[in-house]
């Protein structure tokens, strides 16, 4: 499996551009399957993620064809198979954003129950009890979901939690229904917004995404689309960490500086300067970092997507900063490998973490467990003495794209051992 090696201790300078968003491009994907004919998409990243949704679409019977950078065109007109098995669902647990869609074109799915992940249990029980409040009848059976409806129907659905993966799956589906859907506490990230604008290209009628309230009036028959996908909020966010923590000068363009506007804030709290424009966001460090704390929380909270790597520049920082991780319960397994890099956190009960500010981090092998983690420990690499090699990249090529090269282009020391 490859590795990734940093010198450290170079200031970045210089421009990226980010990529289109891997959480978007999932459930957008997905939607495909709503549709007879071919729907093209563009800006779509090169990630293993994305591989692995596409393989599973072209199992179930579609025709995935890539079209030169960044262009997929998905063609659901051959759809004949409504399992989504283990092998490919246990890659990645997105793969679930099928179930609502299959159920609502075809009437029935089997789809692999993707289990547990590093940072925690990951339930999709509100995904299925939405869906059995549209008529489905719901069964488990030997580690697969088993959803059948002969047509599903809408219902005033409150979810116990904003959950991003099943306000997705419930509003494709929704989209198919026999009548109005309501989805309350639905999630309101700018990826539900996105795939609601896909849905109404489509000829949904999808209200309110964004809101916590989303009314979807259902229709008999969804058209093909032709779209871009949004920009990386988390890439961006990621890449800006690194520009203040190395204390240097970066500019992320083809962004949405409004998706991060959470992240921005904190910047500027650790004493980062950051402006913005319509499409851009440029970060210049801090001569010295400033602790602070945060709380992670659905969006227009802070993302927990992005704790990993503020934990990496809160380690730097003058004093004592405290993380909340609200979202997921075990979401602190990178700590272990920052600690050997000289980082001093501890951990508490309330899944909080309490991180002092060291002077330095030191260089060390260190070994990659879930996307978000990886991506910190590039980040740790970059800044640390002497040479960092983060092993089990695997887990970054799920999220990332290119990422050594765009590092590399900002003035990084990193390359990938084969
Ligand atoms: C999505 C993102 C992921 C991000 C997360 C939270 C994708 C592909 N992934 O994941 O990067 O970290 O949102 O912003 O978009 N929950 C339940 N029951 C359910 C569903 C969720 O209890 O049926 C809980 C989860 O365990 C978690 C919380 O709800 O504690 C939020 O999870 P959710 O928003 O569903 O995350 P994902 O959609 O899996």
């Known amino acids: 499996m490859d590795s990734i090696e940093i ?34 998409f563009e800006n779509v990243p090169r ?95 030997h580690g697969y979901v088993e959803a059948e409806a002969h047509r599903l129907k809408g219902a005033d659905i409150c979810f116990d939690m904003p959950t991003v993966g099943g306000t997705e799956n419930l509003m494709m589906a929704a989209s198919l229904a026999d009548g109005e859907t309501i989805l309350r506490n639905a999630a309101r990230e700018p990826e539900i917004v996105a795939l609601a604008d896909v849905l109404n290209a489509m000829g949904a009628s999808v209200q309110g995404a ?7 009036q259902g ?28 204390g240097g000068d970066v500019t992320v363009r083809d962004c949405n500086p409004d998706h991060f506007r959470a992240v921005i804030d904190k910047l500027r709290a650790t004493g980062a300067s950051v402006e913005t424009g319509p499409d851009w966001t440029r970060v210049r460090g801090p001569e010295v970092i400033q602790s602070v704390d945060i709380t992670t929380q659905p969006y227009p909270g802070f993302p927990t997507d992005m704790q990993a790597q503020f934990m990496v520049l809160l ?69 640390a003495t002497n040479t960092t090699v983060v092993h089990r990249v695997y887990h970054l090529d799920r999220g990332y794209e290119a990422i050594e090269e765009k590092f590399s282009r900002l003035g990084a020391r990193i390359r990938r051992i084969r």
């Open 315 to 383: 380690s730097m920082a003058e004093g004592t900063s405290v993380i909340s991780e609200t979202i997921f319960e075990n979401r602190f397994i990178h700590v272990s490998e920052l600690q050997r890099m000289g980082a001093a956190i501890s951990l508490h009960a309330g899944n909080t973490a309490k991180i002092r500010g060291v002077k330095e981090l030191s260089g060390a092998p260190v070994m990659a467990s879930d996307l978000r983690a990886s991506a910190s420990l590039i980040l740790a690499g970059l800044v």
């Open 7 to 40: 010198k450290g201790g170079v200031p970045l300078h210089g421009e990226v551009r980010i990529s289109g968003a891997k959480n978007a491009a999932l459930p957008i994907l997905a939607s495909s399957l709503l549709v007879e004919g071919t729907c093209t």
């Open 210 to 216: 964004g809101t916590s309230k989303i009314i979807i």
């Open 219 to 246: 229709v008999s028959s969804l058209k093909p689309v032709s779209t871009t996908i949004i920009p990386d909020r988390i890439e961006a966010g990621t890449f800006l960490v690194a520009g203040a923590l190395t």
């Open 47 to 141: 990630l293993k993620d994305i591989d692995s949704i596409l393989l599973l679409l072209e199992d179930l019977g579609c025709s995935v064809t890539r079209q030169g950078e960044g262009e997929v065109a998905v063609d659901a007109q051959g759809l004949n198979r409504t399992e989504a098995a283990y092998d490919l669902v246990r890659k990645m647990r997105a793969s679930i954003l099928v179930l609502g869609p299959l159920v609502a074109r075809l009437g029935r799915a089997r789809v692999s129950l993707p289990g547990g992940c590093a940072i925690g249990a990951r339930p999709v029980d509100l995904h299925l009890k939405g869906l059995e409040a549209m008529g489905a009848r719901i069964r488990l059976h």
